[in-house]
Each structure stands twice: as C-alpha cells, then as structure tokens.
C-alpha cells in the first residue's frame, strides 16, 4: 500500500484567509486525486493530476502535482465559509493496479 | 446520470452479529471499491473489483470481511462477526476503468455502529 501523509490535519481559518494543504508520498504516483468531502456525503472529485510539475486552477483554487509526482499541494486563495470541508488527496499507482489509497484527510473550517 | 447507490444508509447491529451491505455502481462502470471511514479518517481501500475479478484486497480483513461482485454489476460486502472497532461509514465506488487518473464516483455509504 502506497501511503499519503496529508498536512496540517486540521486547519481553522477567517473568510478571506489563504491557505495551502500538502499530500506527500515516498512513493511515486501515476496520477494522484483531489476530493472534497461533505459530512454525511461521499468524496467529490475536484481535479486530477497526471504530469510531473503540472498546476491545475479551478477558480480559487490551485492545484499542483510536484515533480518526481510523490507530493501535490492545494492552495485556496480568500476562503469562503462554502469552502469548508474535509479534504482528500488520493493516488493510483501503476505497482497497485492503479488502487486508489487515500490519505488521512485535511478538515477544514472556515468561520465568517 | 443515476450516481452509486448504497443501502442500507445506517445499520447498528451487536458485536459478534454478521452484517452485509449492498452497492450498485454506476451503469457501465467496470471498477468498483469498498471503502472503510472511521469517523475524522480518510477512507481505507478495502477491495478493488474490475469487472468480476479483484485487483487489490490486501487490506481486507479476509477473516472477517469478505465481498464479492459475481456477475461484474452490483456488489455486496460482508462482515462476519462484527466487532465494536468495525464502526465506521463504509463507502462503495465506481469509475470507468482502472486508468490512473479516471474519477470515482461515490455513494453516500452506510453508517455502521456496532455496540
């Protein structure tokens, strides 16, 4: 199993605040997953990343998949209360069949 | 598009009593997986079926926990006894095909409490 460590485990933030989420591996990914999570939901995805290097935008949001693709990070530019969640970074990796693991997660708050 | 659907949506059963729960993925969808979230947790591969056949359970706790999906479609995962540490919401996915970097589509999962 290819483990994901994610960082920090829980953040609590001000609307209008900047914050960055980090996904690091030893191991190396051929592709690797953002979702968010609602309570009482499934993950949702919100981007994949399959380049070394590559950054993806989705409106406030950035995305970046480091370049050996064992580390990714979401930055989230002025936060809005809608942003709160858990946030999860997921890997599939070519050794795994391209199993998809999951790491512990990111929990979110974002107070007005 | 109908999404996964999962049922029961909660379960509470006593410690040592078998359960099973039931996934449809998605129409056409060939990858399917079981999931394990304990509460404030990332989910946890438990199984990962292509078609009929299983391409990852290393994580499944094969004394206890056993899945299946026998004609490629619908799945049921089984958890034969139970055990309190065995609480947890347990999530089925669907994706077109194992590809890296192809999205899983989730059921809102079954609560399980055992006590």
């Known amino acids: 199993t290819q483990l994901l460590e994610q960082s920090p485990q829980f953040l609590s933030i001000q609307e209008g605040e900047n914050l960055t989420v980090y996904c690091n591996s030893s191991s190396v990914f051929s592709s690797l997953q953002w979702y968010r999570q609602e309570p009482g939901e499934g993950p949702v995805l919100l981007v994949t990343v399959v380049t070394g290097g590559e950054v993806k935008k989705l409106k406030r949001l950035t995305f970046q998949f480091g370049d050996a693709r064992k580390d990714s990070s979401l930055h989230i530019t002025a936060a809005q209360p809608g942003d709160t969640g858990l946030y999860l970074c997921?890997?599939?990796?070519?050794?795994?069949?391209?199993?998809?693991?999951f790491g512990k997660g990111t929990s979110l708050l974002v107070t007005p | 598009e109908a999404g996964v659907a999962q049922s029961p949506r909660y379960k509470i059963i006593e410690k040592r009593q078998s359960v099973a729960f039931w996934c449809n993925p998605i129409?056409?969808?060939?990858?399917l997986y079981w999931y394990q979230q304990i509460l404030g947790q990332g989910p946890k591969l438990l199984i990962q079926f292509q078609n009929n056949g299983v391409v990852d359970d290393s994580q499944l706790p094969k004394d206890r926990f056993s899945a299946e999906r026998l004609k490629g479609v619908d799945s049921t995962l089984k958890i034969q006894p139970a055990k309190l540490e065995d609480s947890a919401v347990y999530l089925c996915?669907?994706?077109?095909?194992?590809?890296?970097?192809?999205?899983?589509?989730f059921g809102q999962g079954t609560r399980l409490t055992v006590v």
């Open positions: 996915a669907s994706s077109e095909g194992p590809d890296s970097g192809t999205e899983a589509f």
């Open positions: 129409s056409g969808h060939a990858t």
């Open positions: 997921a890997g599939a990796g070519l050794n795994s069949g391209y199993a998809l693991n």
